[in-house]
């Protein structure tokens, strides 16, 4: 039986990532019953919503969606479609390897770690306090008179919540992720020395469910020693897990350390469904030119497969990738020694090779 998926094809080089992708995912034999659905910047402009509800519905109906990338405009505009639907559909766990394939430029090609992220909480959860707003007036004398923690005139504010509630869940999402792929440490990431009611909380809950999983090694870094450590020994590391913020630039540094955002992956999985995209955006001065490597979407690809418990479909298609980028011969620019390179191929002529890989 066909899995039902929502496809998202995103904006800007995303249908061409989106177009590459579906064509390798059904070359492995995995029969798929594609609903694709609109989100963007291309709808927003056609019609004042970067999110449909329709679109919004079929996820509903479906609990599973693989979506190529969208431009969030900076400063202004729409916000996140990514963070939206992590809010929408409590995705609430997002899970970014960072593996060093061979043929992929790296200072660290012995990188092989996990970053899991937790979507819900922290930072990003976006609460905020707009300088010179009446709200923002109401929590500068708030802070002040009864807190006796005055702050500026002219600052903004954000909120940093962080739960035993969010924490377990996203703790308990590495330990069962380094068990079920064979994985021996888990290494939780914080601030607590500092901040001590939100990342020590964070900590403490990390530690209590670290109990539970004995067979699995735990240890925590402070944030700003593990990113010190991931660019002069990564290999000593497994899975991270960290909260939103510190996790949203730990893993952009992760895939830094394996070649760049063109090759890393994104799972996001929570209570409400799964969704899985490239970790890179959009790319709008490529669009249409059959240029962009595809490699990070069709890797997310691999990830669902993974999800799906097709686990021959999923080693299948990540050899035949990894295969083509060895050979070097029908990449992308990116993953040439050279991005000048003439022999370099299209997104679509990329995803030939891994098809004839994987058939041969």
């Known amino acids: 039986m066909a899995y039902r998926v929502t496809f998202i094809p995103g904006d800007g080089t995303g249908p061409e990532l989106a177009e590459a992708t579906q064509r390798v995912l059904e070359a492995t034999g995995v029969e798929f019953d594609w609903d694709f659905q609109d989100a963007g910047i291309d709808v927003f402009e056609k019609e004042g919503n970067p999110l449909p509800e329709r679109t919004l519905d079929s996820i509903r109906e479906r609990g599973l969606a693989i979506k190529g990338p969208t431009t969030t405009p900076l400063g202004s505009g ?19 390897p ?29 609460i905020e306090f707009e300088r010179g707003s ?3 007036e109401k929590l500068r004398s708030f802070l002040g008179e009864e807190l006796d923690s005055p702050i500026r005139e002219d600052a903004g504010v954000s909120i940093k919540p962080i739960s035993v509630f969010g924490s377990e869940r996203i703790v308990e999402s590495a330990f069962d992720y380094a068990e079920q792929n064979g994985r021996k440490k888990v290494t939780a990431a914080h601030k607590a020395n500092i901040m001590k009611f939100s990342d020590g909380l964070f ?7 670290a109990e539970r999983h004995p067979g699995i090694e735990f240890e925590d ?16 590391y ?22 760049g955002l063109g090759v890393a992956p994104g799972a996001n999985i929570g209570t409400e469904g799964a969704i899985f995209e490239a970790t890179h955006g959009s790319a709008p001065k ?23 418990n097709e686990t021959e479909a999923a080693d299948r298609m990540e050899s035949a990738m990894a295969e083509v980028i060895r050979k070097g011969e ?23 090779a891994v098809i004839e890989e994987m058939s041969s």
């Open 78 to 96: 729409h916000r996140s479609i990514n963070v939206a639907l992590r809010k929408e559909f409590d995705l609430y766990s997002c899970i970014r």
């Open 98 to 126: 960072c593996k060093a394939y061979a043929g992929v430029r790296t200072r660290f090609p012995q990188t092989d770690i996990v970053i899991v992220r937790e979507n819900t909480e922290d930072l990003y959860a976006g």
């Open 134 to 136: 009446p709200e923002m």
């Open 203 to 209: 900590l403490q809950v990390a530690r209590e469910v």
């Open 221 to 236: 870094r402070i944030i700003d020693n593990l990113c010190n450590q991931l660019v002069s020994r990564p290999e000593e």
């Open 238 to 259: 497994d899975v991270i897990v960290l909260p939103n913020l510190y996790g949203d630039i730990v893993s952009d540094l992760g895939a830094g350390l394996i070649g």
């Open 286 to 308: 490529y669009k249409g030119q059959n240029r962009v490597n595809p490699t990070a979407l069709m890797l997310s690809g691999v990830l669902m497969l993974r999800h799906l």
């Open 330 to 352: 029908r990449v992308t620019y990116d993953l040439k020694p050279s991005r000048d390179d003439p022999s370099a191929v299209g997104t679509s002529q990329f995803a030939d």
